[in-house]
């Protein structure tokens, strides 16, 4: 017998796994101590919009039945050692999906990446947290998994226009993942579980027969006339395929640079850029949560959504918060010597003191006159700009330049600095010396409305550590609607981030499946 539920529990209710046992059959009209029965979730979400958390649950009860796998679909990949070859630039997220896809379809993959392997990209991490040494093909963004890797592996997207939502979070659990993240409203796995799984992903393309090339950065296209019949790479060979889905990241400047220089049509695209904001985790909790003093030992740790519009020299833009991690850190995510970049992450129990957030403004075009000699690099060269100020005000070296918020809204350079988790360390600046006007100006407008909608969260127990300028690509590599094919070059298909669409490990690899399935259709099978 199975019975479903609709349910409104307490925290104790919903995440302590006995409790929610004994709810659910009382719910049920059942004796607690009934054998051979089975109580689970299938849907969580947490209100705490009352003076009273509540966990709103949708809950399966199984008397005498086994309850089954929550996994509908469970991939089966092909052996494609000698299938027809394509060819995709990056192991991120839309690449290694990118791949899977491929060898469920029959098609075998080649996949190149720049940086190294999950394990020996540690080192790098190290190297650049302790000594302020930044590897430009090994970092926090470069490197098996790309910057999801190492991130607070936030799986939540509202993207549904480009696939599957459920059939990605299914891959993820067949590989590694809890299936705690097909319950969850806004799943997340945690950067302390992701490096596992990320190694269990090429497993499974290498046991198929995939390949995966790292340490092998791409440093030219293989054009004929209009068509693209693979790579060069920095290890003088020739990598051909039936096409090639370039998925290379945010990040990857000398890729956009290459294609400006091959003459590949590509286009500037607004971005955002600003800071990473720190409060502690316990203030936030007690804001979100309306706690006097903790939240509790059932209660995640809380995360916040903030937008605002502000109005500078006649022009709207928002300011809005942007991959907030409750229970986290900042981490150094430069990828090149001689510039300052700021990311956040958390593990997957979310357990850090600290909670912080990017907060950035929202970039147009038309906010950059200055930049417009550049063509479609403007936003790049604008972004990199930024980076570099912030890495010489720093110190020249991985230590950010930060302030305290009251003071930055005040213009008073902060005499002292709050303990963070950024492991380099800060450096009290003007953060105004960083940021031009049109960002500076709105983020203290911001940054008061932000404190009446959140009581307390406008204060100088919180600061802000910049610059948070990885928030997407500011290149736009363009690409057909219906296709995904660059409308210039054909058997090229720009994918996810890196390409200006999709954003995120969901969205990005829901984008690197259909490049690869329609690459696949129009020119394998």
């Known amino acids: 017998m199975k019975k479903t539920f609709t349910l409104q529990l307490s925290p104790e209710e919903a995440y302590d796994e006995a409790v929610f046992k004994q709810t659910v059959l009382r719910k049920a009209g059942l004796p607690a101590d009934i054998e051979e029965s089975f109580a689970r979730q299938t849907r969580r979400s947490i209100d705490a919009r009352g003076r009273k958390v509540i966990v709103n649950v949708e809950a399966e009860l199984f008397i005498n039945e086994s309850p089954g796998s929550l996994l509908d679909h469970l991939p089966k990949y092909q052996d494609v050692r000698n299938a027809d070859r394509i060819v995709i630039v990056g192991a991120g997220p839309a690449g290694l999906f990118a791949a899977l896809r491929a060898i469920e379809l029959g098609v075998k993959p080649i996949v190149i990446e720049r940086g190294k ?7 790098d991490l190290a190297a650049i947290n302790k000594e302020g040494i930044v590897n430009p093909d090994s970092n926090y963004c470069f490197g098996e998994g790309g910057a999801g890797t190492y991130s607070d592996g936030k799986l939540y997207t509202r993207s549904k226009k480009r696939g599957d939502i459920r059939r990605i979070m299914e891959i993820l659990v067949a590989h590694g993942a809890t299936e705690e993240i097909l319950v969850d409203a806004h799943p997340h796995i945690g950067t302390n579980k992701l490096p596992v799984l990320v190694a269990k992903l090429r497993e499974s393309i290498l046991e198929s027969g995939g390949e995966i090339h790292f340490e092998t950065r791409v440093e030219d296209l293989i054009l004929e006339r209009d068509e693209i019949k693979g790579v060069l790479t920095n290890h003088g060979d020739a990598i051909r395929g039936m096409g090639v889905i370039l998925a290379t990241g945010h990040s990857a400047r000398d890729i956009f640079q290459l294609l400006a220089q091959r003459k590949v049509l590509i286009e500037a695209k607004p971005f955002a850029l600003g800071v990473r904001i720190e409060h502690s985790q316990n203030l936030i909790d007690r804001i979100q949560y309306h706690c006097e003093l903790d939240r509790g030992p059932y209660l995640p740790a809380s995360a916040y959504s903030l937008v605002q519009q502000t109005e500078f020299k006649g022009k709207q833009r928002g300011v809005f918060s942007f991959c907030m991690c409750p229970g986290g850190f900042i981490v150094p995510a430069a990828t ?10 958390s593990p997957s129990r979310r357990d850090s003191k600290f909670a912080n957030s990017g907060m950035v403004v ?8 200055h930049y417009q000699k550049f063509g479609a690099l403007a936003a790049m060269h604008f972004q990199a700009d930024i980076e570099k100020s912030a890495w010489e005000l720093g110190g020249k070296n991985q230590v950010a330049p930060a302030q305290r918020m009251v003071d930055f809204v005040n213009r008073k350079v902060s005499n002292s600095l709050l303990d963070t988790s950024y492991q380099p360390g800060l450096e009290s600046v003007e953060m105004r010396a960083v940021l031009p006007d049109f960002i500076s100006e709105r983020m203290a407008i911001a940054f008061k409305a932000f404190g009446q909608k959140m009581k307390g969260y406008f204060t100088n127990e919180a600061q802000i550590i910049g610059v948070e300028s990885r928030t997407s690509s500011p290149v736009r590599i363009p690409r ?3 296709t995904f094919e660059h409308p210039h070059i054909k058997r090229l298909y720009p994918c996810a981030e890196g390409a200006g669409y999709a954003g995120g490990i969901v969205s990005a690899a829901m984008d690197g499946e259909r490049c690869a399935e329609k690459l696949i259709a129009a020119y394998v099978n």
């Open 362 to 369: 929202s970039v147009e075009l038309e906010d950059l006159p």
């Open 480 to 482: 057909d609607k219906e």
């Open 336 to 345: 090149a010597p001689g510039e300052l970049v700021v990311n956040g992450m």
């Open 117 to 123: 392997d999950v394990r020996a990209r540690r080192r």
